[in-house]
């Protein structure tokens, strides 16, 4: 499955973004769907994930409360809403597929998005 998000940008502090993640290829449907991020000189991290036909999601406990991840199978799009945003949620964003749900291992997600970058001003 090849993935394509986007929808990053410039927002100030308190502000909102909605990022897409379009896929193509295999049966997007079968896939569990995760949203990572990676800030300069910091690991890849565990943001939002959401299984295969929808019915469990998790998220870390940095963006509880402020993010939400839904994903629409009919489009082939997850969607990452973001609210409240903070300069510490400024980083690349990915998104990713797995098979195995296990939603915050970064090591099960075998395909991966470019990444888009969000930056949040204060």
């Known amino acids: 499955v090849q993935l394509q998000a986007s929808g990053g940008g410039l927002v100030q502090a308190g502000g909102s973004l909605r990022l897409s993640c379009a896929a193509s290829g295999r049966t997007f449907s079968s896939f569990h769907m995760g949203w990572f991020r990676q800030a300069p000189g910091k690991e890849r991290e565990f943001v939002a994930a959401i299984s295969w036909q929808g019915g469990n999601t998790v998220v870390a406990d940095s963006v509880k409360g402020r993010f939400t991840i839904s994903r629409d199978n009919a489009k082939n799009t997850v969607i990452l809403q973001m609210n409240g945003l903070k300069p510490e949620d400024t980083a690349v964003y990915y998104c990713?597929?797995?098979?195995?749900?296990?939603?915050?291992?970064?090591?099960?997600?075998?395909?991966w998005g470019q990444g888009t970058q969000v930056t949040v001003s204060s």
């Open positions: 990713a597929a797995a098979l195995d749900w296990s939603p915050t291992d970064k090591y099960k997600y075998a395909y």
